[in-house]
């Protein structure tokens, strides 16, 4: 399963399915840089499709499925499967999926060890600059303004709060190193506390994803906010990715490194 087309990426799309997966064979279609040569998902595809299909990563193995990068957008559940194929091939991986244990975010950095992975809870420019963004505002204001975070999805969505509303926590975090993630303050009464960040969802209709970081002093209020109008902006970003991980050696990668190298 050796690259051998250095023109065109050919991509094995995992959650093949499910929305996000549709939306990256739509944007797929319109390049001429990628294609989808596999899809693994439980649900069959519910149209015809050109590429090989199987409902788990140890029946793709059976079939001859020639790839350069696996996307994923699928479930948690499916890491173990995924790592194991793309360990077995010496396969690069884009993951998406959210909503990962600790232990499987540890699986995934061991896995980069040995080939390049990329690894993003969001893969929107706009998301990864607002993270850039909330850093540097956490620098400036230091102690001095509260942070909240909110965000808000469609009611499908499985796992709360967002990947991506902890991204933004996560980068916060490197610059307020004593922060304390707050989900939840209806169980207790208390003032709040300076090393608090809160963190909100909210999940209705088909909101396809907001996130809103508020910066809150005396007498002033920043707030960071972007909003998502469709699917597509997160499937050019995967496949950007998927372009940009074949030409990388092993190791873990996110969009500043894609955006860094683009320069």
Do not use: W
């Not at 993951?95 to 990962?100: L, V």
């Amino acid at each position: 399963m050796k690259r051998t087309d250095k023109a065109m990426t050919k991509i094995i799309m995992t959650g093949c399915s499910g929305k996000m997966g549709k939306s990256i064979l739509a944007a797929a279609e319109g390049r001429d840089d990628v294609t989808i040569v596999g899809g693994v998902d439980l649900a069959a595809p519910s149209q015809p499709v050109d590429f090989v299909y199987a409902p788990s990563f140890d029946q793709l193995a059976q079939k001859d499925c020639q790839a350069d990068v696996i996307v994923d957008f699928s479930h948690p559940s499916v890491l173990e499967s995924l790592l194991r194929y793309a360990l077995a091939y010496q396969m690069p991986v884009v993951i998406c999926t959210t909503g990962y244990s600790e232990e499987q975010k540890n699986q995934i950095k061991a896995a980069a060890q040995e080939i390049p992975v990329f690894y993003s809870g969001n893969m929107s420019l706009g998301i990864n600059l607002i993270i850039e963004l909330a850093k540097k505002a956490a620098a400036v204001f230091g102690e001095g303004f509260d942070i909240e975070i909110v965000e808000q999805h469609h009611n499908q969505k499985l796992d709360a709060p967002s990947g991506t509303a902890l991204m933004i926590a996560d980068a916060i975090s490197e610059v307020k190193t004593d922060a304390e993630y707050i989900y939840d303050r209806h169980a207790y009464r208390k003032k709040r506390d300076k090393k608090e960040i809160g963190i909100h969802s909210i999940r209705g209709g088909n909101i396809v994803g907001e996130h809103e970081v508020i910066f809150a002093g005396q007498d002033e209020i920043l707030t960071i906010r972007h909003s998502a109008r469709s699917k597509t902006v997160f499937a050019v970003g995967a496949l950007n990715a998927a372009v940009y991980l074949t030409t990388k050696k092993a190791g873990l990668y996110n969009m500043s490194d894609l955006l860094r190298d683009s320069d």
